[in-house]
């Protein structure tokens, strides 16, 4: 037999459309955990149960294809659009530039090619959180004793990122991300409505 979702009964509904209008603040929360490598893994874990948890919550006010279907879709969005956007922006706007030598090259062999990681030491010795380039920030330089210049953030929490990347998107992305949580909103809203007017009219019908 089909395991059913839980609906929630009426009284609750009010409560429980709050605790879905907050939760893109969670799941917001647990991009940028992961946008720290050192906790990149448990953020992705805790910000797939935040989704699911949001989604649930939808879909216990108003249960439906559709609310499905967009509470999915618009969580997707705040959970990973922010892992690229919140390290860019910050970068963009307090990332002080340092030069560092590539001190070890790390070469795999990916199904389009071989891919890059590059492990690198600041010129002036002074120790660099996250001390490695990716695939995209190595492959162009993957010599050692070669220099870079990066961006790095003065707190350590993001990785650092080449001095010369292009932030002319973020303000799309900006956008895109703003009108995922104003969807979500209007999502949740919407849920609960129409749940209410189902049960007024089961309500009339009875009476």
Same mark, same amino acid.
């Not at 429980?16 to 940028?32: Q, T």
């Not at 990716?134 to 953030?153: F, H, I, K, Q």
């Not at 949740?188 to 009476?207: D, F, N, Y």
């Given at each position: 037999?089909?395991?059913?979702?839980?609906?929630?009964?009426?009284?609750?509904?009010?409560?429980?459309?709050?605790?879905?209008?907050?939760?893109?603040?969670?799941?917001?929360?647990?991009?940028?955990? +992961?946008?720290?490598?050192?906790?990149?893994?448990?953020?992705?874990?805790?910000?797939?149960?935040?989704?699911?948890?949001a989604?649930?919550?939808?879909?216990?006010?108003?249960?439906?294809? =559709?609310?499905?279907?967009?509470?999915?879709?618009?969580?997707?969005?705040?959970?990973?659009?922010?892992?690229?956007?919140?390290?860019?922006?910050?970068?963009? @706007?307090?990332?002080?530039?340092?030069?560092?030598?590539?001190? +070890?090259? @790390?070469?795999?062999?990916?199904? @389009?090619?071989?891919?890059?990681?590059?492990? +690198?030491?600041?010129?002036?010795?002074?120790?660099?959180?996250?001390a490695?380039l990716?695939?995209?920030?190595? =492959?162009?330089?993957?010599?050692?004793?070669?220099?870079?210049?990066?961006?790095?953030?003065?707190?350590? =929490?993001?990785?650092?990122?080449?001095?010369?990347?292009?932030?002319?998107?973020m303000?799309?992305?900006?956008?895109?991300? +703003?009108?995922?949580?104003?969807?979500?909103?209007?999502l949740?809203?919407?849920?609960?409505?129409?749940?209410?007017?189902?049960?007024?009219?089961?309500?009339?019908?009875?009476?």
């Open positions: 037999m089909p395991r059913r979702i839980w609906i929630a009964p009426p009284h609750l509904v009010p409560r429980i459309s709050l605790l879905a209008a907050l939760s893109p603040l969670l799941i917001v929360a647990m991009s940028l955990l +992961a946008s720290n490598p050192d906790y990149e893994a448990l953020g992705i874990v805790l910000g797939t149960l935040a989704l699911i948890g989604v649930t919550l939808i879909l216990s006010v108003r249960p439906g294809g =559709w609310p499905l279907t967009a509470g999915v879709i618009l969580g997707l969005v705040l959970l990973v659009l922010p892992v690229v956007l919140l390290p860019s922006e910050w970068l963009a @706007h307090k990332g002080v530039r340092a030069e560092v030598r590539i001190t +070890a090259v @790390h070469t795999f062999q990916g199904k @389009h090619g071989p891919t890059y990681t590059c492990d +690198a030491q600041p010129v002036d010795g002074v120790p660099l959180p996250h490695h990716n695939n995209a920030d190595c =492959w162009d330089s993957p010599e050692v004793g070669a220099t870079e210049n990066l961006l790095v953030d003065p707190g350590g =929490w993001f990785a650092p990122m080449p001095a010369d990347t292009d932030f002319g998107g303000n799309v992305g900006i956008g895109v991300l +703003a009108g995922a949580v104003l969807l979500f909103e209007l949740v809203v919407l849920s609960r409505r129409s749940r209410l007017k189902q049960v007024a009219r089961e309500e009339g019908t009875v009476r």
